[in-house]
C-alpha cells in the first residue's frame, strides 16, 4: 500500500505542476474533463493480483518506481529514427520524443482534403467541439491508468477523417523515450466518418539503458461502413514499463483491423476493448508477443457483441525465451440480443525453454443461442518432427528452429496490407529469431 500512496500522491502532484503551468489554459473543456479524472484516479486503488483482472500480473516492480513528467527534449541521432520511420515520402508522419510533439521530424504539411490531423493539444484549441465529441467517451475511466492518461494527456494524436474519404497515404505515428525515470501519456483520438478508409501506424520505442514508463491511451471511432487498419508495434527498451489501453466502437458495417505486435519492455500490459454499436460490422484482433530474458507481457483482450450479425476474430500468438512470462486473457461477450454472432478466438504459444511460462485464459460468455463462436488455447514446444526434417536437409539448429519459430510467428503480420510495413515486422522478426536463438 505504501508505494501505491507514494505513487498517487506523486502523480497528483504532477498532474498540479502540468494545470497550473503559464501555458496550460485551465479554461479549455478539457480541463472539465481532466479534473474528473484526477478525482477518480484518486479514489480508484491501484490493482493487485487478488484482481481478478490482474490476477497473474504483479504491478508492485512499477508501483516502486518513482517516475516524472519530462520536461525536455533531447536530440535525436537521425540514424536512430530512420531505423523507426517508414519512407516519410509515402506516410503522414508524426515524430514525438519524451511526449513532446517534434516538428522537425514530422511531416503533417499538405494533407489531403478531408483529414485533420494535429496534436491533441493543438486540436483542442482549433476544434473543440470534434475532439470532445469523442474524448473519453469510449475510454473507460473505472480503469486506474485510463484515468491517469486523461489527467495528465497534453500530447498525442487526433485524428479526424471526413465522410467518404479515402486516405491513401498510411499515418505513421513515432513515439521515443530518451531520459531515465520519466512517465509519458500518449492520448491518441482517431475519428474515422461514414464510409472513410485510412491506415494507422504506431511505434513505441526508446534508446539508451534508460527506466521508463509510457501510459498510454487510443480511443477509435469507426463510423458506419468506415474502415480501420491499426498496426501498434511495442519495442521499448529493456529496462522500460509500458501500459496501453485501445478503445474500438464499430458503427454498423463498420471495420476495424488491430495488429498488436510486442517484442520490448521489462512490464508490459495492454488492454485491448472492442465493441459494436451496430450489425453487419468486423473486427480482427491479430496479436504477436516475443520475449526473452525476464520480460514480463499481459495482453488483456475484450470483445463486446452487443449487436447481432457482427463477425470477430482474434488470434494471438507468443513465442516466450528464458524465464520471460506472458499472460493471455481474451473475453468475448455476446449479448442477448446478439443472435448470427461469429466470433472466432485462438491464442498459440511456443515455450523455447523449460523456465518460460504463459497463462493463458480465452473466455466466451454468449446469452444468445443462434451463434457460431469458438476458442482454444495451446502451449508447447518446437515440433521435433520438423526440426529433424530440417536438420535432415544441411540446415543446422538454430536456423531450423528460427525457421520454425518465423513461420508459426509470420501468419499474425501476413494480412497487414501496407507491404513496407509487413515487410518490416517480418525483418525485425528474423532479425530477432536469428539473432537470439
Known amino acids: 500500500m505504501h508505494h501505491s500512496l507514494e505513487s498517487k500522491l506523486h502523480y497528483l ?38 484482481d481478478e ?34 519512407d516519410t515520402g509515402n506516410f503522414i508522419t508524426l515524430v514525438f520524443v519524451n511526449g513532446y510533439f517534434a516538428k522537425e521530424f514530422s511531416n503533417i504539411e499538405n494533407l489531403p482534403d478531408g483529414i485533420i490531423i494535429e496534436t491533441i493539444s493543438e486540436a483542442i484549441k482549433n476544434h473543440p467541439e470534434l475532439v470532445l465529441e469523442g474524448f473519453s467517451k469510449t475510454a473507460s475511466e473505472e480503469n486506474i491508468f485510463t484515468a491517469l492518461n486523461t ?103 463498420g471495420n476495424f483491423s488491430s495488429y498488436n505486435i510486442n517484442f520490448g519492455g521489462q512490464f508490459v500490459r495492454n488492454n485491448v476493448q472492442a465493441k459494436f454499436n451496430g450489425e453487419l460490422a468486423e473486427c480482427r484482433l491479430n496479436g504477436l508477443y516475443v520475449t526473452e530474458g525476464n520480460q514480463f507481457i499481459d495482453n488483456h483482450t475484450a470483445i463486446d457483441h452487443a449487436q447481432p450479425n457482427c ?36 491464442n498459440k504459444n511456443i515455450l523455447l525453454s523449460n523456465e518460460a511460462l504463459v497463462n493463458t485464459k480465452p473466455q466466451l460468455e454468449i446469452f ?16 521435433k518432427e520438423q526440426l529433424f526434417y530440417l536438420k535432415a536437409r544441411g540446415i543446422n539448429e538454430a536456423e531450423a528452429k528460427a525457421i520454425l519459430i518465423y513461420a508459426f510467428a509470420s501468419d499474425v503480420v501476413h494480412a497487414i496490407s501496407i507491404t513496407e510495413v509487413r515487410d518490416h515486422l517480418e525483418a525485425l522478426l528474423a532479425k530477432k529469431l536469428l539473432e537470439e536463438k
Open 311 to 346: 463477425l470477430s476474430n482474434e488470434l494471438y500468438k507468443g513465442i516466450l525465451d528464458d524465464t520471460s512470462r506472458a499472460v493471455f486473457n481474451g473475453k468475448v461477450f455476446v449479448r442477448e440480443d446478439a443472435q448470427k454472432t461469429n466470433a472466432y478466438q485462438q
Open 53 to 86: 483482472e490482474w490476477r497473474y500480473t504483479n504491478i508492485s516492480p512499477l508501483l516502486a518506481k518513482s517516475f516524472k513528467p519530462a520536461d525536455s527534449i533531447p536530440e535525436i541521432p537521425e540514424k536512430f529514427l530512420d531505423e523507426y520511420l517508414f
Open 13 to 50: 502532484q504532477s498532474f498540479q505542476a502540468v494545470e497550473l503551468s503559464p501555458n496550460h489554459e485551465t479554461e479549455l473543456p478539457l480541463h472539465a474533463i481532466r479534473k474528473e479524472a484526477v478525482e477518480k484516479f484518486s479514489s480508484l486503488p491501484f490493482p493487485t493480483t487478488k
Open 151 to 253: 489527467a495528465l494527456s497534453d500530447h498525442g494524436t487526433f485524428l479526424y477523417v471526413a465522410k467518404n474519404k479515402s486516405i491513401e497515404k498510411p499515418i505513421q505515428i513515432l513515439y521515443i523515450n530518451e531520459a531515465d525515470n520519466i512517465a509519458v501519456s500518449p492520448r491518441n483520438l482517431f475519428f474515422v466518418n461514414e464510409n472513410a478508409d485510412v491506415k494507422i501506424i504506431e511505434t513505441y520505442t526508446g534508446f539508451g539503458e534508460q527506466t521508463y514508463f509510457t501510459n498510454q491511451v487510443s480511443e477509435f471511432i469507426v463510423k458506419e461502413s468506415a474502415r480501420v487498419e491499426h498496426v501498434r508495434i511495442q519495442d521499448e527498451q529493456s529496462n522500460a514499463y509500458h501500459v496501453s489501453t485501445l478503445y474500438a466502437e464499430i458503427d454498423k458495417a
Open 368 to 383: 444468445a443461442d443462434d451463434v457460431k463462436c469458438s476458442h482454444g488455447a495451446t502451449v508447447g514446444q518446437l515440433d
